[in-house]
Each structure stands twice: as structure tokens, then as C-alpha cells.
T-cell receptor, first 114, second 111 residues
Framework: DGGITQSPKYLFRKEGQNVTLSCEQN?????MYWYRQDPGQGLRLIYY???????QKGDIAEGYSVSREKKESFPLTVTSAQKNPTAFYLC?????????????FGPGTRLLVL | DAKTTQPNSMESNEEEPVHLPCNHS???????IHWYRQLPSQGPEYVIH???SNVNNRMASLAIAEDRKSSTLILHRATLRDAAVYYC????????????FGEGTQLTVNP
């Protein structure tokens, strides 16, 4: 089945540690996105990529980094510079980065700081 | 993207229709109206979208006011699985990137 997978479902980070969240899609979509969701809040855009080898900062990129070496993969690294990383992280993709297109979301990764 | 206003919460009974309203008085001519929903501890799920005409799909119907300043998501027969937060979002036809999620409407479905 086509879709988006995120792993792991839960991730624990120690203080000062970098962690990487995985996002893979087999929908053949060009555009991919990372969002952060805090409890009771809406989603906020961290980074997005419209095409392979290109990505742009979203609203809250500080303390995060991404890469887009393959069309189907868009991993997110939460660095030690992100002081409050505890949140629900959601990856999405769409066929192209246009407002008329639907975004498809993965199941999310919940990151907790020990 | 223009702003939308939704009620914080609504309740419905199982197997009854549900009408979820959304106001978007500053909508522009090129804004699509999108609806997504988010079940507990899951990623958002696309429901429906439209521009001017009413739209139907297997999940729901979208009724758009003639002046486009408001819209209503209609679930024809609510089930317990429809309990979720429903987000109404405007997106310009051409620009993309961020989906601006507000706080949405928490729908409770009573058995």
C-alpha cells in the first residue's frame, strides 16, 4: 500500500544528544514536510522540501536540520540546540507544493526528553 | 493564508448528521477551502476540499456559501470513529508549503 511511514513511534533523547527521525514515502511525491505539534495546539512547519537536494526553513527551523538525498526520504535531526524538543513530530508529503494539493501525513513520532 | 474561525467543540449522537461550521470572511478568490481531521495520537487526515461549488466524497460533503465567506463540513451519519479534531484551512491555489492549523473543532460522538 502507498503511504508515509515514520519511525520510531516513540523516541527518547538525553540532554545534549542529537536524534534523527525517519520519514519515508512511496507515493512518488516531490514535496515533503516536517511539522511539530505541542499538546492542544495546531501544527507548525519546521522544514519543507519541494524537490530532491533542496529544502527550505519553515516557521520554527532553529535547532533542527534535514536532508533530502532521495525522493522518498526526508529525515529530520533534532539537535542539542533545540532546547524544548518534547513534542509530536509529523511528516507529510504532497505531489507538488501547491495550495490546491492534498498533504498526506504519517503516523507521527513522539519525542520525549529524559 | 487567510484566517478561519471554528467553534472549539461540538457534540453529536451516533448515526446522526453533523454540521461543522467554518467562517472565513477574508477569503480571497484563489483560496481553496481544505478540511483535515486528526484522531487522537495520529497524524492529520485529509477529508475534503473545494473552491466554489459544493463537493462530495466518500467521507463527507462540503457546502460552501455563495459569497464563500463560510463553509460547512457535513458528516452524513456520525460514527464513533469520527470523533476527532476537525481543521478548516484556507490555502491559495498556487502557493503551498505550510498548512496553517488553528485549534480546530473537537467533535465528540455519543453512542
Amino acid at each position: 500500500d502507498g503511504g508515509i511511514t515514520q519511525s520510531p513511534k516513540y523516541l527518547f533523547r538525553k540532554e545534549g544528544q542529537n536524534v534523527t527521525l525517519s520519514c519515508e514515502q512511496n507515493l512518488n511525491h516531490d514535496a515533503m514536510y516536517w511539522y511539530r505539534q505541542d499538546p492542544g495546539q495546531g501544527l507548525r512547519l519546521i522544514y519543507y522540501s519541494q524537490i530532491v537536494n533542496d529544502f527550505q526553513k519553515g516557521d520554527i527551523a532553529e535547532g533542527y536540520s534535514v536532508s533530502r538525498e532521495k525522493k522518498e526520504s526526508f529525515p529530520l535531526t533534532v539537535t542539542s540546540a533545540q532546547k524544548n524538543p518534547t513534542a509530536f513530530y509529523l511528516c507529510a508529503s504532497s505531489s507538488e507544493d501547491r495550495g490546491r494539493e492534498t498533504q498526506y501525513f504519517g503516523p507521527g513520532t513522539r519525542l520525549l526528553v529524559l | 493564508d487567510a484566517k478561519t474561525t471554528q467553534p472549539n467543540s461540538m457534540e453529536s449522537n451516533e448515526e446522526e448528521p453533523v454540521h461543522l461550521p467554518c467562517n472565513h470572511s477574508t477569503i480571497s478568490g484563489t483560496d481553496y477551502i481544505h478540511w483535515y481531521r486528526q484522531l487522537p495520537s495520529q497524524g492529520p487526515e485529509y477529508v475534503i476540499h473545494g473552491l466554489t461549488s459544493n463537493v462530495n466524497n466518500r467521507m463527507a460533503s462540503l457546502a460552501i456559501a455563495e459569497d464563500r465567506k463560510s463553509s460547512t463540513l457535513i458528516l452524513h451519519r456520525a460514527t464513533l470513529r469520527d470523533a476527532a479534531v476537525y481543521y478548516c484551512i484556507l490555502r491559495d491555489w498556487d502557493s503551498g508549503s505550510r498548512l496553517t492549523f488553528g485549534e480546530g473543532t473537537q467533535l465528540t460522538v455519543n453512542p
